[in-house]
C-alpha cells in the first residue's frame, strides 16, 4: 500500500502511522486503519479502525502518557479539508477519544511535545480546489496542555510562515527546520527554535540544502533529517541524511 503525507511515531517498541494518505494527489484519501511496523518481527500490520469521521492525513501526530495524539490535518487530501481536531488513541485498547478543537485548523506539519505540552507549529490550511494550494500558511503557534486539557496560542508566531516542516523538542527548546510555501521556489533552509522560557524564537544555522515532505527525529541528543523534497511540491527527491548538531 502507497502511503504519504504522516507523521510517525515511536512507540513502545513500534512505529505507528496514523493520520495518513493514500493515493494520487489532489484527493487522496486518509487511511481507515492503524498502521505498525514492529522492527523486531520486520513486519507491518493493520490494527485499530480509524472512526471515519476523523479520518485525515497532513497531520501532527505524537506519543505522551501511554497514548497518541493526532492534531490537525486535512480530510480530502490537498483540497479544502482541513480541520482543527485533536483525538487520543490508546494503542493498548484501540480507544479513540476526541478532544477540544485547536484555535487553528492547519495541515502539512508535524507536532511535537514540550515541556507536557503539544506544540503545532507552521503549516497550511490546503485548498486546491479555491486555487490556493501553497498560499494559505499559518504563523500561530497552538499549544495544548495535556494536564489542563486546554489549547492557547503562543504571543510569538513562527517567525518563518511555511508547511511541510520538521518538528522536535531538543534542549528545551522547539525546532522548526525546512518546509515550502508559496514565497519562494526552492525549499525552505530554515531552523528557528523557541524556547518557552523567554517566550522568544531565535534562528539557528540553516540546512545545507532546504527541503520539505521528510521527518526530523532526536536520536542521542542529535536532530537527524533524512532525505525530501528540495523544491516546492514534489521534486526533486533528495537522498542525503543531516545530522544537528553534527
Not at 49 to 64: D, F, L, T
Not at 72 to 101: C, I, K
Not at 220 to 239: C, F, I, K, Q, Y
Amino acid at each position: 500500500m502507497e502511503i504519504h503525507h504522516f507523521q510517525a511515531v515511536a512507540h513502545a517498541g513500534r512505529l505507528y502511522v496514523l493520520g495518513a494518505f493514500t493515493g494520487q494527489y489532489p484527493e487522496e484519501q486518509p487511511l481507515t486503519h492503524v498502521l505498525v511496523y514492529d522492527p523486531g518481527a520486520d513486519r507491518w500490520s493493520q490494527t485499530a479502525e480509524i472512526p471515519a469521521h476523523r479520518r485525515r492525513g497532513a497531520a501532527g501526530v505524537v506519543s505522551h502518557g501511554g497514548r497518541i495524539y493526532l492534531a490537525g490535518g486535512n480530510t480530502r487530501g490537498h483540497m479544502s479539508g482541513y480541520v482543527p481536531w485533536l483525538d487520543a488513541f490508546d494503542p493498548a485498547t484501540g480507544r479513540w477519544e476526541e478532544l477540544p478543537d485547536a484555535p487553528h485548523a492547519r495541515d502539512h506539519f508535524h507536532a511535537a511535545v514540550l515541556d507536557g505540552k503539544l506544540y503545532a507549529a507552521g503549516g497550511r490550511r490546503t485548498s486546491h480546489d479555491t486555487g490556493d494550494t501553497l498560499s494559505l500558511t499559518i504563523t500561530a503557534v497552538d499549544v495544548y496542555d495535556f494536564e489542563a486539557a486546554r489549547w492557547s496560542t503562543l504571543d510569538a508566531p513562527l517567525p518563518t510562515p511555511r508547511a511541510g516542516a520538521g518538528a522536535v523538542a531538543l534542549g528545551g527548546r522547539l525546532l522548526v527546520m525546512g518546509g515550502e510555501s508559496a514565497r519562494q521556489v526552492p525549499a525552505h533552509a530554515e531552523v528557528e527554535a523557541y524556547d518557552p522560557r523567554s517566550g522568544r524564537w531565535s534562528a539557528l544555522p540553516p540546512l545545507p540544502r532546504g527541503r520539505h515532505g521528510t521527518q526530523a527525529t532526536v536520536l542521542d541528543e542529535a536532530v537527524h533529517v533524512a532525505a525530501g523534497s528540495g523544491d516546492r511540491g514534489g521534486g526533486p527527491e533528495l537522498d542525503d541524511h543531516l545530522r544537528f548538531p553534527r
